[in-house]
């Protein structure tokens, strides 16, 4: 492995931007699942529970479990080819999630496509300092998550707005759909195009892997090797990073179900205002944290992102809590932008973290093994908002009780494991030197 960067600067803002797309595309499948939860449960006669199962639970264990087989496929193969092909996975999964008609078939559906999708971490978190240097790294990465944001707040706007456009123009359709309902040929438009998609990620072509900055790094036998020598500060960040994902699914997965119940708006308007309330949050969010740390990078050295992101975690639990004392929906709007926005002033950093402690040849698993950390841990999350839930029957607000009793204490957990390991992770920073 060479330590200097062999491709262009376009190119590499080309491999961006189409990884980009690629979030994007996969961001749009999960909305729309959240989006159809009250048409899907009355269908099929499920519980909160239930949804929480097929939502968060069932499919988080099996994409846990298949990061490590893919961030060990992602330090072992052309890159482009393995998220191409994941592409592809997860459009087929979209498409029979459509003629799904029993709880099993569903949950089939939506195992194969987090396991698709699951590959978007691995590959494009291995990618970027194979392409970027310095600050272009660290600048890469916010866009990124900027833009991951972005697809989750702009897929949640597109997938409410594709699923009334499908509900008021299924004589446009093709007879094959026209049989269906309007969100079960909704599922099948987008796993359509997920087709050129695939296609635009094959002409990344293969990237040539760089080693990190202090050599002695890539010289580690085995992952045991450097589990025992830089495990704690690893094994803090990818916890402080698992349960922020707990409190973020518990919030996302259930807030367009919360938002509908209590107010009566339609799944097409929740998911369209709560999209753009995501997207300007979301950015709001990552502009700040470019803003601030500059200057705190001067003041902090490498725990500056750190600090950013345990005092991120805190300052999300405020608008949180004002849910309960929402009047109307637009405030219940208003506060979901400033949750999202609160929370990425730390998240946004989280990748240049996890690769600042990762050596290059490690990269791919390492990604993967935090993957499996996180998912697993996050994916309980809807099942226990749906359990507690049924707990608090008609109560109006119990949905919105539920959220909270299972993210708040999640977001104090995740600021109090980074408290706990700055230590440990500033020495292993200071080792690998990543450039």
């Not at 087989?69 to 999630?97: K, N």
Request: proline share 3%; hydrophobic share 55%; glycine share 8%.
């Amino acid at each position: 492995m060479s330590n200097t960067i062999d491709i262009s600067n376009r190119r590499a803002w080309y491999i961006l931007g189409v990884v980009v797309i690629a979030t994007f595309a996969a961001s749009i499948n999960r909305q729309i699942l959240f989006l159809i939860v009250e048409p899907l449960k009355h269908e099929m006669s499920l519980s909160d529970a239930d949804i929480g199962i097929l939502t968060g639970l069932a499919p988080g264990i099996l994409a846990g479990t298949g990061a490590l087989l893919l961030g060990w496929l992602t330090d072992r193969t052309p890159r482009h080819l393995l998220l191409g092909i994941c592409i592809l996975i997860w459009s087929a999964a979209t498409a029979a999630l459509g003629v799904a008609y029993t709880f099993t078939g569903f949950l089939v559906g939506v195992l194969a496509l987090a396991l698709g999708e699951t590959a978007m971490t691995p590959v494009a978190n291995s990618l970027m300092p194979d392409i970027f240097a310095g600050r272009k790294r660290i600048i890469a990465n916010l866009i990124f998550f900027a833009a991951g944001g972005i697809a989750v707040g702009m897929g949640a706007a597109a997938s409410g707005a594709l699923l009334s456009w499908v509900q008021s123009n299924e004589m446009l359709l093709p007879s094959m759909l026209q049989s269906l309902t309007y969100w079960r040929s909704t599922f099948i438009i987008v796993a359509v195009a997920g087709i050129p998609v695939a296609l635009l990620v094959f002409t990344i072509g293969h990237i040539r892997r760089r080693s990190a900055g202090d050599k002695n790094f890539d010289d580690y036998t085995s992952l045991q090797h450097y589990a025992r020598e830089h495990g704690v500060a690893a094994t803090g960040l990818y916890t402080a990073i698992a349960f922020t994902s707990f409190a973020g699914l518990a919030v996302m997965s259930w807030t367009p179900t919360y938002v509908i119940r209590l107010y009566g708006v339609t799944p097409a308007e929740a998911g369209l205002a709560l999209g753009i309330s995501a997207t300007i949050g979301g950015m709001l969010g990552v502009a700040i944290a470019a803003l601030l740390i500059s200057k705190m990078f001067s003041r902090y050295g490498s725990l500056a992102p750190r600090h950013l992101y345990q005092y991120s975690m805190l300052l999300t639990i405020v608008p949180a809590m004002m849910q309960l004392f929402a009047t109307n929906v637009t405030h219940a709007y208003v506060l979901y932008a400033a949750q999202i926005m609160f929370a990425n002033l730390g998240i946004a950093l989280s990748s240049t973290m996890i690769q600042d402690i990762s050596p290059a040849k490690y990269r791919g698993r390492l990604f993967g093994i935090s993957v499996l950390l996180i998912t697993l841990v996050s994916s309980v999350a809807p099942f226990a908002v749906g359990l507690i839930s049924d707990q608090f029957g008609a109560e109006p607000r119990g949905l919105l009780w539920a959220i909270l009793l299972v993210a708040v204490p999640a977001l104090v957990m995740s600021a109090l494991s980074i408290s706990l390991t700055n230590k440990q992770y500033e020495i292993t920073a200071a080792n690998l030197a990543i450039n």
